[in-house]
């Protein structure tokens, strides 16, 4: 079979996620260092991850997953059940809207890739306070965010997550969600987390 390669970068969220997907799926890869707005021969959008196999291109994270998931074995990363496989889209779509649009935009403001007025990070940091306890709650009562096992939606929050660590001000978020904390200290543990461990981290000014 042709080598599946991605086309991104080790610190972007998304490429992460799509990297601890293989590897919890076991699928071998190439990654490939595309920056955003440099790919737009295989993403019009100009967004990473993208990825090619064989002779398909595809990019959105979404739809990448959904791939990897039909075509190679390995763990699941949907669970069977319908109703099950619905609680598991909500939670890693609430990831890549509530979350991405509050913590990821500041975070990208304080690294600067983001300029937006300080009025503007001061409401993507009110908004990340106003939702991880959404996050927390649900990880008060399971063992991963969409139920008692990994899947998607786990992939999805622990790239973001990892971050705050290194804002103090998410960090002081982050220190009032002991749940999400629990979670992430086992997400951090495996070997695809290892594995996927950035080669670089941003560098956010005090």
């Known amino acids: 079979m042709a080598t599946l390669k991605i086309h991104g970068l080790s610190p972007s969220t998304f490429t992460r996620?799509?990297?601890?997907?293989?590897?919890?799926?076991?699928?071998?890869?190439?990654?490939?260092?595309?920056?955003p707005n440099t790919i737009g021969a295989?993403?019009?959008f100009g967004k990473i991850p993208a990825i090619t196999h064989g002779e398909l291109t595809l990019y959105e994270s979404i739809a990448i997953l959904r791939y990897l998931e039909r075509v190679?074995?390995?763990?699941?990363?949907?669970?069977?059940?319908?109703a099950a496989a619905a609680v598991c889209d909500q939670w890693?779509?609430?990831v890549a809207d509530s979350l991405v649009n509050a913590a990821?935009?500041?975070?990208?403001?304080?690294?600067g890739f983001l300029p937006v007025p300080a009025e503007m990070a001061q409401k993507y940091l009110a908004k990340t306070a106003d939702v991880l306890p959404v996050f927390d709650r649900q990880l008060g009562q399971h063992r991963f965010l969409a139920g008692d096992?990994?899947?998607?939606?786990?992939?999805?929050l622990y790239p973001l997550y990892a971050y705050f660590p290194d804002v103090a001000e998410l960090k002081a978020i982050a220190d009032q969600a002991p749940n999400v904390n629990r979670w992430a200290r086992e997400m951090a543990g495996r070997p695809s987390a290892v594995a996927t461990e950035p080669s670089f981290r941003p560098q956010i000014a005090a």
Do not use: I, Q
């Open 17 to 35: 996620t799509v990297r601890l997907a293989c590897h919890e799926k076991g699928v071998d890869y190439e990654m490939v260092d595309a920056m």
């Open 42 to 44: 295989l993403n019009p």
């Open 72 to 82: 190679f074995p390995g763990p699941k990363l949907w669970p069977d059940d319908v």
């Open 92 to 94: 890693a779509s609430a």
């Open 104 to 111: 990821l935009r500041y975070f990208a403001a304080r690294a």
């Open 149 to 156: 096992s990994l899947t998607v939606a786990d992939l999805y």
